[in-house]
DNA sequence: GCCGTTTTCGGCCCGACTGTTTTCAGTCG
C-alpha cells in the first residue's frame, strides 16, 4: 500500500459518491484528503497503518478511520460498498471531455450505457439526445470527444515516457551481451507524442537479450517475440519494441529507426544517386554499381559523412530542409541543456504549486542554475488559488528578503518576482500597471475564454503583449497534448506580433503542453523573437522538465543565442532592466 | 466530510461557457 494507493482511493470514493449525486462538500471533502495524502511531508503511510493521524489539517475523523482501515488491512469495505454500485467500465465515460458526474449517471440510468462504446452507439442512434438535459449538439460534441480519444488513446506524452524508457535503457545496458544501446523512434527525434519506444541494441547474442527484455517485471504483455525483435506492452499500455542487430548493424540500424520515413527517404535517395542502397543494416553497392565498395560504418556520423552531409541531430530528421543544410555546412549548432543558466515560469504554494519558495529555489541550486524566475497565478484564476494584489505584493516582499539572505550567504543565485498574470477576455490584464512595474517580469497567458473566434482571440493575445510591462507570452495556444486541442488562434500573427513588440515567447516544457509547438520556432527566430524554456513548474521535480524542454527546442532548430534563459545571471539583470543585489 | 479567536452549526473558491432551456444545469479551469 502506498502513498498513491491511497490518494487514488479518496479520490475515486469521490468520483463514486459524484455519481451518486452526494452533497459536493462531502465529495470536496475526499478530494482534498487526496491532495493532503499526496502532498503530506512525512511518512503518511506509516501513520495511517498506525492509525496516528491526528492533527493533519484537511483529514478529519472520517477520513482518518478510513485511511487507517485501508493502510492496514489493503482494504476499505465503504469503498468496495459504493464500487459494487456501479460497473468498473463506467469510469472511462469521465475521459470524455464534457462528460460529468451528472450527464455520466443519466446516460448510465436511463440508457444503461456503461462504455465508451454503447455511449457512441446511443449517440448514433439518436437516443442520447432524446434524453432531457441532452440534445443534438451535445451528442454530437460527444461523438468528437470520443474520435479525439479514439486517435489519441494509444499516444503518449514525451515527458512521460522518460521514467521507463531510462528504466529499460539501463536494464539493457546492464546485459554483458549488450554492446550498444539506443531509443531510436520519434522519441529520439523528441516528437511531442509518440506511440511506442523502439529500441536498438548492438549484440553477438540475440536471443539472451531479447529473453531478458521480455522477462523484466515491468513486461506487461509479451506481444511478439522473435529471433532478432520482440514487442512488449508495459503496465501503462505503452508498447516497447526491441531490435537486436550487429555491431556493424548499428550506425545504419540506429539511423534507419529513428527516421523520420520522409528524412530516410531523403537519405536513401542520397545513396541511390551514390551508386548504393541504404537498408536498415548497411549501405551495400546497387546491382551493377560503378561505385567503389562501401565502408561499414561504425557510427551515424561517418554515414552522413559518406553521404557528404553534415552530421543531423536527430530532432531535426523530420525533412524539413535539415538535409539541405547539412549539405551547405548551414545546420545550428543546437542549444544544450548544459547551456541553462536559469528559468522561468514557475509556481509556490503561494497559488497551485506544492512547494514553497525557498524549497523551489533550493531546488534550482541544486540543479545549478543561477536564477529561478517565480511566477503564481493572478487573481482572476481563482481555481489555481491565484494571488491577489496585496498577497503578490507580499510575495514581492519575501523574495527580496530570500535575495538578500543569498546574497548575504555569497551565493549567486537569485529569485526573479514575477507574475503569471491572466490575459483577461478582453486582452487587459488581471492587474493594473502599477502593480506591474513592481515585478521584475511578467508572463501573460490565457487561462479562461477558450472558444472565442480566431480573430479575437489573436486580438486579445496581441493586445496582450503590446502591454510595455510583458516579458513573455505563456503556452501560446493552450493545448494540453493528447488532452485538450490549441484554441483557435493566428499563430504567426502573434509571432509577428511579438517580433515588434520585443516579447519573448515561452516554449512551455510541461509535458502535456509543449507550447508553443517546435513547428513555429524557425519562423520565430526568422522574425527575431527570443525563447524562453520554461518548466510551468508546480513541484521542485518538475525542474526537471527542462531536460524534456531543451530536446524540443532544438527540434525547433534553436540555439544557444535564440534562447533567453542561458544568459548568466548578470546578463539576465540587464535584459529584464533590474538592478543587481549587492 | 472538514473546520472553528465565527466553536458543535453553517459555510465551504468563483466565474465563464455551452447547450438546453425560458431561467438554469452541467462542466471546466
Redesign the pocket.
Known amino acids: 500500500m502506498t502513498r498513491e494507493d491511497l490518494a487514488e482511493t479518496l479520490e475515486e470514493i469521490a468520483l463514486l459518491l459524484e455519481l451518486k449525486g452526494e ?1 459536493p ?2 465529495i ?3 478530494r482534498t ?1 487526496a491532495e493532503t495524502v499526496r502532498q503530506y511531508s512525512g511518512d503518511i503511510v506509516s501513520r495511517a497503518k498506525e492509525g496516528d493521524l491526528k492533527g493533519i ?8 478511520q478510513k485511511l487507517h482501515e485501508l493502510a492496514s488491512t489493503g482494504k476499505l469495505e465503504y469503498y468496495e460498498k459504493l464500487k459494487s454500485d456501479f460497473p468498473d467500465s463506467l469510469f472511462e465515460l469521465f475521459k470524455i ?8 449517471k443519466a446516460v448510465y440510468e436511463s440508457l444503461g450505457v456503461d462504455s465508451i462504446a454503447k455511449l457512441k452507439e446511443a449517440c448514433e442512434s439518436g437516443k442520447l ?1 432524446e434524453l ?7 451528442a454530437e ?1 460527444i461523438l468528437e470527444a470520443i474520435e479525439f480519444r479514439e486517435q489519441n488513446a494509444d499516444r503518449f506524452r514525451l515527458g512521460d515516457v522518460e521514467v521507463p524508457v531510462r528504466q529499460i535503457l539501463d536494464s539493457l545496458k546492464g546485459h554483458p551481451d549488450c554492446l550498444r544501446v539506443e531509443a531510436a523512434g520519434s522519441y529520439r527525434r523528441a516528437k511531442e507524442t509518440v506511440h511506442d519506444i523502439d529500441f536498438l541494441v548492438a549484440t553477438g547474442n540475440p536471443e539472451d537479450v531479447i529473453e531478458s527484455f521480455v522477462s523484466e517485471p515491468w513486461v506487461d504483455k509479451v506481444i511478439a517475440k522473435g529471433a532478432t525483435k520482440a514487442s512488449i506492452y508495459l503496465d501503462n499500455g505503452l508498447q516497447c519494441d526491441l531490435r537486436a542487430v550487429k555491431n556493424e548493424e548499428f550506425a545504419c540500424a540506429l539511423a534507419y529507426f529513428t527516421g523520420s520515413k520522409e528524412h530516410n527517404v531523403v537519405m536513401r535517395g542520397r545513396a541511390n544517386e551514390r551508386g548504393y542502397t541504404l537498408n536498415e543494416y548497411r549501405l551495400a553497392l546497387k546491382d551493377g554499381s560503378k561505385a567503389e565498395e562501401p565502408p561499414v560504418f561504425e557510427t551515424e556520423q561517418q554515414l552522413y559523412e559518406f553521404l557528404e552531409l553534415d552530421f543531423v541531430p536527430p530532432e531535426l530528421r523530420e525533412n524539413t530542409g535539415e538535409v539541405e543544410a547539412a549539405e551547405s555546412g548551414d545546420l545550428p549548432r543546437l542549444i544544450e541543456l548544459e547551456n541553462l543558466r536559469g528559468t522561468f515560469h514557475n509556481h509556490t504554494v503561494a497559488s497551485d504549486g506544492q512547494n514553497t519558495l525557498r524549497e523551489m529555489a533550493d531546488a534550482a541550486i541544486d540543479l545549478g542554475l543561477q536564477y529561478l524566475g517565480i511566477a503564481d497565478h493572478s487573481k482572476s484564476s ?2 489555481a ?1 491565484g494571488l491577489d494584489e496585496k498577497r503578490l505584493r507580499e510575495q514581492i516582499q519575501e523574495i527580496a528578503d530570500l535575495n538578500a539572505e543569498f546574497a548575504e550567504n555569497g551565493d549567486k543565485f537569485r529569485i526573479f518576482a514575477g507574475n503569471e498574470v491572466d490575459i483577461l ?1 478582453d486582452g487587459t490584464l488581471d492587474f493594473d500597471d502599477d502593480l506591474l512595474e513592481e515585478l521584475d517580469y511578467v508572463v501573460a497567458s490565457v ?3 477558450m ?1 472565442l473566434s480566431e480573430a479575437d482571440m489573436t486580438e486579445r493575445i496581441i493586445k496582450a503583449v503590446s502591454h510595455p510591462s510583458v516579458t513573455m507570452l505563456g503556452h501560446l495556444t493552450g493545448r ?1 497534448l493528447l488532452r ?1 486541442e490549441p484554441y483557435a488562434v493566428d499563430v504567426p500573427a502573434i509571432i509577428e506580433a511579438c517580433a515588434e513588440t520585443e516579447t519573448v515567447i515561452e516554449l512551455n516544457c510541461n509535458p502535456w503542453r509543449l507550447d508553443m509547438d517546435w513547428r513555429w520556432w524557425k519562423y520565430a527566430v526568422e522574425k527575431g523573437v527570443k525563447c524562453s524554456i520554461n518548466p510551468d513548474a508546480h513541484k521542485t521535480e518538475h525542474l526537471d522538465f527542462l531536460a524534456v524542454g531543451a530536446r524540443v527546442a532544438r527540434k525547433g532548430w534553436l540555439t544557444r543565442g535564440d534562447v533567453i534563459n542561458t544568459m548568466a545571471l548578470g546578463e539576465m539583470e540587464n535584459f529584464l532592466g533590474v538592478k543587481a543585489i549587492s
Open positions: 452533497n462538500f462531502k470536496r471533502a475526499y484528503g489539517k484537511g483529514i478529519g475523523d472520517a477520513l482518518q471531455q464534457g462528460l460529468g458526474p451528472k450527464k455520466v439526445a432531457s438535459g441532452f440534445g443534438k449538439k451535445t460534441k481563482f481555481q488559488n477576455k487561462h479562461n475564454a472558444t494540453l485538450r
